[in-house]
């Protein structure tokens, strides 16, 4: 299989005018194509943040990073997000929906991102909503949905323009267990049918659907387990 993540060195730092904080310090690793990875550790311990530079939301400051063999280390913010357009796929603990939008018109957002036909848009979203069980609330707001609700449009808006690879930030951390669990199976079968999921969680339960975890501390790996 062939590497769709791999980063050598990463190295962040966030610098104010009195403090330097260095958020990652000389992190290795590296994500195959297909293969569902938790990132583990304590609060502060820089998982986040090595998420957001995966997803190319955030620069390095030193280091290098391959994405599906390219090196985007010193790309311009215009390459960026050319690169992630279509290939890489958010969920995030708030779920980031839209209030103003319908559920419906929060997952076409996406695809008008992509800029996607409008006759094939209505099509697929209908398609996606079916397939994470919210076809019949298409026409609500965020507002009117349950946590579980809103994680399920969260993760349709994620993958209808079928990305290679979701990028989850602990995507259970507003659920009850309950929900909880019924995201990890939707996540589970995803990645089952092909795609590279890479989860940060601090959840043991979560992390347990994952192939295999990387456990950070202070900013940097500390060990890599295969289940």
């Given at each position: 299989m ?12 966030f610098?104010?005018?009195?403090v ?13 194509e297909?293969e ?14 090595l ?9 390095l400051t030193?280091?290098?990073?391959v ?40 997952v ?25 069980n ?5 026409k ?16 349709a ?67 890599e387990?295969?289940?």
């Amino acid at each position: 299989m062939n590497s769709i993540i791999k980063t050598e060195k990463l190295v962040k730092i966030f610098q104010t005018e009195e403090v330097e904080t260095i958020a990652l310090n000389g992190v290795d690793i590296e994500v195959k194509e297909g293969e569902f990875v938790a990132i583990m550790g304590p609060s502060g311990c820089g998982k986040s943040t090595l998420l957001n530079i995966l997803g190319l939301l955030d620069n390095l400051t030193e280091g290098q990073y391959v994405l599906a063999g390219e090196d985007v280390s010193k790309m311009k913010e215009s390459e960026r997000t050319r690169l992630r357009k279509g290939r890489i796929g958010f969920v995030f603990q708030s779920f980031n929906l839209i209030d103003e939008l319908t559920v419906e018109e929060n997952v076409d957002l996406q695809l008008k991102y992509l800029d996607v036909p409008k006759a094939e848009r209505k099509e697929r979203v209908l398609d996606i909503l079916r397939r994470v069980n919210m076809s019949h609330r298409a026409k609500h707001y965020p507002q009117q949905l349950s946590g579980g609700q809103q994680q399920r449009v969260a993760i349709a808006r994620a993958i209808v323009g079928h990305p290679k690879m979701i990028l989850a930030d602990e995507p259970t951390g507003n659920l009850d267990s309950k929900n909880g669990k019924e995201i990890m199976e939707l996540l589970k079968e995803l990645n089952q049918e092909g795609t590279t999921v890479v989860m940060v969680t601090h959840s043991n339960r979560d992390a347990a659907y994952a192939l295999r975890t990387i456990n950070m501390l202070d900013g940097a790996v500390v060990n890599e387990l295969a289940i």
